[in-house]
């Protein structure tokens, strides 16, 4: 029997750039087309199955091994440091990490500086580099709210294109990092399924230099 390859892909406009890579890359599965609302898919043939996950979910499925490969963004590895491999910056879903802050904000270094971020241990860690002290003010959505209500004095978020910033009188001040989707991979997988998932990797990797 086929060694079959469990892959997490993110739900979502990024997960359909993703699928279309594999697509490309030789491991279609027509029936993940069709309009339903089944979460998995498999091609017997190419030895290939997809989930469909929440984007921030993919991390956990791979390090607890219920995928063998998956794709998540680097915010969410740099996150949550799951123990998984990252194999392959795919260069889909490019945007930054970043400190961001109404327009005239100026940082007064003599008080603690509240920062509204989901991220926040990525927050932690840029700070912490800096010896900057800060008030973390962890939220789950709609981060651009905390400093135009003076919930916090900047905040740290993704930034795409910048334009969410702006509708709201907000700026980009600092890049912390910039974010692409990754391959990544379960560590025991790819102990014990190396040549099926190299080949993935290989043949993903052929169609990242197509893109670039
Ligand atoms: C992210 C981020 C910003 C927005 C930035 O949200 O939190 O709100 O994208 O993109 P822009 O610079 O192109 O305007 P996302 O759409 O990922 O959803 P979220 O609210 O779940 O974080």
Redesign the pocket.
Known sequence: MKTMINVALPKGRLGEKVYAMFEKAGYDCSSIKENSRKLTFENEEKGIRYFWVKPSDVAIYVERGAADIGVAGKDILLEYSPDVYELLDLGLGK?RMAVAGKTDFTDDTEKTLRVAT?FVNIAMDYYSKKSRDIDIIKLN????LAPILGLSDVIV?????????KENNLAPLETIVPISARLISNKASFKFKTAEIEAIKNAIALQTEVNS
């Open positions: 945007c989901k959505g709609s981060i651009e978020d993704i930034v795409e294109t910048g334009t969410t910033l």
